[in-house]
T-cell receptor, first 114, second 117 residues
Framework: DAGITQSPRHKVTETGTPVTLRCHQT?????MYWYRQDPGHGLRLIHYSYGVKDTDKGEVSDGYSVSRSKTEDFLLTLESATSSQTSVYFC?????????????FGEGSWLTVV | AQKVTQAQTEISVVEKEDVTLDCVYETRDTTYYLFWYKQPPSGELVFLIRRNSFDEQNEISGRYSWNFQKSTSSFNFTITASQVVDSAVYFC??????????????FGKGTKLSVIP
């Protein structure tokens, strides 16, 4: 258990409104990630962070921005939500086990854009 | 570019049957890491196993076993004597060695396993 908390867990929003999802971790992990999960696509990386104020784009970054002002918090913002952004969003952090580095996931945030 | 293929979209088995979930990957790196995650109906993603490309030993953990074959670029997952609690979506994932890089994972599309009592 990597101590990852996502909020909100469920949200319904209207097209064109901004939305921010928050990921909070208690393990002091350096790397954090945002993925989205859609039927038929598995999980796809949106953005990731490798330190405070250090972020980079993933595979599906268009329409999303991120910020990381503290080690423990990684925010994902949908600047102007569209129906195509209806999805389940997972935050993850990179932790270390006996076998090496492993990515652990939060419980997910269900977002519906109407 | 790296790619993970899980050709089986959905599988149904009767409880106590054995089942194998296939995973085939593509990578140009000689060093890489393979993973399996489980996503039960409740939705969370649970880490199951991590495997390095230089360690081809098969691994067994209780009713779970993994068969890694570099020659066929496959990392298959077998559940022996399946149980209803094994019903879930299973994801295979790949990370290429990136030194001090991003450690990001590339996922397959998942296999939905239904175990019927």
């Amino acid at each position: 258990d990597a101590g990852i908390t996502q909020s909100p867990r469920h949200k319904v929003t209207e097209t064109g409104t901004p939305v921010t999802l928050r990921c909070h971790q208690t393990e002091n992990h350096r790397y954090m990630y945002w993925y989205r999960q859609d039927p038929g696509h598995g999980l796809r990386l949106i953005h990731y962070s490798y330190g405070v104020k250090d972020t980079d784009k993933g595979e599906v970054s268009d329409g999303y921005s991120v910020s990381r002002s503290k080690t423990e918090d990684f925010l994902l913002t949908l600047e102007s939500a569209t129906s195509s952004q209806t999805s389940v969003y997972f935050c993850a952090t990179l932790g270390t086990t006996l076998s090496g580095n492993t990515i652990y996931f939060g419980e997910g945030s269900w977002l519906t854009v109407v | 570019a790296q790619k993970v293929t899980q050709a089986q979209t959905e599988i149904s088995v009767v409880e106590k049957e054995d089942v194998t979930l296939d995973c085939v990957y593509e990578t140009r790196d000689t060093t890489y890491y393979l993973f399996w995650y489980k996503q039960p109906p409740s939705g969370e993603l649970v880490f199951l196993i991590r495997r390095n490309s230089f360690d081809e030993q098969n691994e067994i953990s209780g009713r779970y076993s993994w068969n890694f074959q570099k020659s066929t670029s496959s990392f298959n997952f077998t559940i022996t004597a399946s149980q209803v609690v094994d019903s879930a979506v299973y994801f295979c994932a790949l990370r290429e060695y990136s030194g001090a890089g991003s450690y990001q994972l590339t996922f397959g599309k998942g296999t939905k396993l239904s175990v019927i009592p």
